[in-house]
């Protein structure tokens, strides 16, 4: 079947807004007996899931013959060609916290290939999107990442690491060298909106270990699509289901990508 990636985003964009609303709704209503812990430090409530059961239904029916690769496991069909990769509340932490700074993901892959990627960052209405080809678009107007060329001048987005902690030493000594080096690090606690602030020139570059596919998918796509390089700690591209993140604007893509090589390379 022949798929219209560019209606289809749309559509998408569409389902992530609806999604967002739900999801901001849920925000003042949910409370402590709601959030149910998945393994350490790693929460949930029923807005994720219910969040995520009303995306694999929409998408059901814009793609009937996709898989989905979803965080909360409301589907675990497998696709064969296309897969959705799903995050539907990135930020549950911040969320559950009354932290404004969550997205919904949506990504599709086609064979090994990202395709289409969807960031909605709920709070401040900024849905950030691209399709294979297009470029890279924040509510409806064309996003590039930036020309920052000087560490000394760059903003760098990371996570820290909060519940797998055997690279820790090597990441804080990073971030030790990167406080001295950079204007300074933000840690927001949304995966995807690191990936997309870095798509649209906020940041000039994020790192993370630890991360799942439906965390970067949507994100690192969109960064790629807006003129940005992705990958792992080795500077190479297993960075999908590699569990470690590099996404940097060309400018500096060597002095950083050493950096990260040099303290978290395996
Ligand atoms: C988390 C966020 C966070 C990152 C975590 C992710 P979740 O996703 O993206 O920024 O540091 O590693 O798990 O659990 O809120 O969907
Ligand atoms: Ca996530
Ligand atoms: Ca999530």
Request: aromatic content about 12%; charged content about 25%.
């Amino acid at each position: 079947m022949k798929v219209d990636l560019e209606v289809l985003c749309h559509d998408v964009v569409e389902l992530a807004r609806e999604v967002g609303i739900f999801i901001k709704v849920e925000e003042s209503k949910v409370n402590q007996q709601d959030i149910e812990t998945k393994s350490l430090n790693s929460l949930v409530s029923y807005v994720d899931k219910t969040a995520e059961e009303s995306i694999v239904k929409d998408l059901s029916a814009f793609l009937p013959e996709a898989g989905f690769i979803a965080e909360e496991g409301t589907s675990t069909k497998i696709g064969k060609e296309y897969n959705w990769i799903i995050d539907p509340l990135d930020g549950t932490t911040n969320f559950l916290h009354g932290i404004p700074t969550y997205s919904v993901s949506i990504a599709l892959k086609q064979g090994d290939d990202i395709v289409l990627g969807v960031v909605y960052e709920v709070n401040r209405d900024e849905c950030f999107y691209a399709w294979k080809g297009s470029p890279a678009f924040l509510n409806g107007n064309k996003i590039t990442v930036s020309k920052t060329a000087q560490l000394s001048d760059s903003l760098i987005a990371t996570g820290f690491p909060y519940y797998d902690y055997h690279k820790s030493d090597e990441y804080f000594d990073l971030l030790k060298d990167l406080a001295k080096s950079t204007r300074g690090i933000r840690r927001i606690g949304s995966a995807a909106v690191d990936l997309v602030y870095t798509a649209c020139g906020r940041f000039d570059a994020f790192f993370e270990y630890s991360l799942h596919a439906w965390d970067v998918a949507a994100g690192a796509f969109i960064v790629q699509q807006a003129g940005g390089v992705i990958s792992d700690f080795s500077s190479e591209d297993n960075w999908l289901f590699g569990k470690e993140i590099v996404a940097v604007n060309p400018n500096l893509q060597t002095e950083f990508g050493t950096l990260v090589k040099q303290h978290l390379a395996s």
